[in-house]
T-cell receptor, first 113, second 116 residues
Framework: GAGVSQSPRYKVAKRGQDVALRCDPISGHVSLFWYQQALGQGPEFLTYFQNEAQLDKSGLPSDRFFAERPEGSVSTLKIQRTQQEDSAVYLC???????????FGSGTRLTVV | AQSVTQLGSHVSVSEGALVLLRCNYSSSVPPYLFWYVQYPNQGLQLLLKYTSAATLVKGINGFEAEFKKSETSFHLTKPSAHMSDAAEYFCAVSADSGGSNYKLTFGKGTLLTVNP
């Protein structure tokens, strides 16, 4: 596609519920990233894929967070047993090279109630 | 480790006035530097980037930024503000420390308000 597509745009989850956030990167982009943006803050790195390989997951806040990109294109960020502190905008980005600036999606705003 | 400090969480200018958004970085290796803009309920759009070529970088929408190594700064400027420039602006750094130059570290952002 022409841009990075994320779905859903908004998600309200009850505390304890599992959620799955989808990212469809720009076609042909090798690198894919997930960032978390809390209210009033800059985005913070969560994880990085090069094709289907997850090369860096150092930013995932806990073992409740899991990301995958099984075929090297679409990626899913899964959060198990959501908690209120997980409320944030989750941004996906993709890049040809991984170091030359990304193209971001519009994000998924997750609210845990 | 790398970090970014954006001075001023909120900047207000009049339409037609100079825009100056400040960014200072910390990096143990030569950095790549970026400015992104975020409009409400949207993702981040790349305005410009410095990747060790010319120190004065021109971006989209009339913005430019100058890399000053001695001051560890990468301030964003625009000669004349337009109403459509009202948005949040983020400075970011990536540095090839141990092969992790793909990872962006963002500042907390500066909200730009343009008054008519």
């Amino acid at each position: 596609g022409a841009g990075v597509s994320q779905s859903p745009r908004y998600k309200v989850a009850k505390r304890g519920q599992d959620v799955a956030l989808r990212c469809d990167p720009i076609s042909g982009h090798v690198s894919l990233f997930w960032y978390q943006q809390a209210l009033g803050q800059g985005p913070e790195f969560l994880t990085y894929f090069q094709n289907e390989a997850q090369l860096d997951k150092s930013g995932l806040p806990s073992d409740r967070f899991f990301a995958e990109r099984p075929e090297g294109s679409v990626s899913t960020l899964k959060i198990q047993r959501t908690q209120q502190e997980d409320s944030a905008v989750y941004l996906c980005a993709s890049s040809q090279t991984g170091s030359d600036g990304y193209t971001f999606g519009s994000g998924t705003r997750l609210t845990v109630v | 480790a790398q970090s970014v400090t954006q001075l001023g969480s909120h900047v207000s200018v009049s339409e037609g006035a100079l825009v100056l958004l400040r960014c200072n970085y910390s990096s143990s290796v030569p950095p790549y530097l970026f400015w992104y803009v975020q409009y409400p309920n949207q993702g981040l759009q790349l305005l410009l980037k410095y990747t060790s070529a010319a120190t004065l970088v021109k971006g989209i929408n009339g913005f430019e930024a100058e890399f000053k190594k001695s001051e560890t700064s990468f301030h964003l400027t625009k000669p004349s503000a337009h109403m459509s420039d009202a948005a949040e602006y983020f400075c970011a750094v990536s540095a090839d420390s141990g092969g992790s130059n793909y990872k962006l570290t963002f500042g907390k952002g500066t909200l730009l308000t343009v008054n008519p």
